[in-house]
């Protein structure tokens, strides 16, 4: 996820970890079936996470900006090559990110505009099918190279922004409040994290 799939070799790994590329191979046939697995092992543990947050979230807002904590740490050294790479050489592990983008997060961005609107904090008049197909289309925008070279932007200082820029068009007065509230929080703990 650092360094990009095309970028490290099957000796690169073994290197990285200690152990001989016999050893690896006893696990995964090629790198398209260790890609895979990455790629399993990362929807995973996204889809874990956004369950948690479900649960732990005091409201919908509250479950956006749990997200973002786990995209700041995601996103902390994740090579923005990862998406091309993978859509280009390994096509079978690009699939199933696609699958968990358009099935899974797809879900869970509808059932957080809904439970939004229930709690009066998104506007009643969004659209929520345009709405989550935008979200899910904007958190891909910072991995075109084009739009944003990764010498200029982090991809987390673009995936934050973007999820407050979404967040402040669906939110109603009371949903601003309760961003601006939540931004104040993690603005102290991420100060007070680097004391």
Known sequence: MQYGFRSVSMDDIANN????KKTIYQFYGDKDELVDG???DQIKLTQDCCVKDKLDARDAVHE???AMEMMQEMFANMNPSVLFDMEKFHPRAFAKFQQHKYNFLYKAFT???ERGKKEELFREDVDTDIMVKTRLEMMMLPFNQHVFPKNKFTLIELQLQLTEFYLFGIATQKGHKLIQKYQQERIKLTGDAKK
């Open 64 to 66: 956006i900006f749990l």
């Open 17 to 20: 970890l200690g152990i001989s």
């Open 38 to 40: 990455v790629i399993d």
């Open 111 to 113: 059932e957080n505009i």
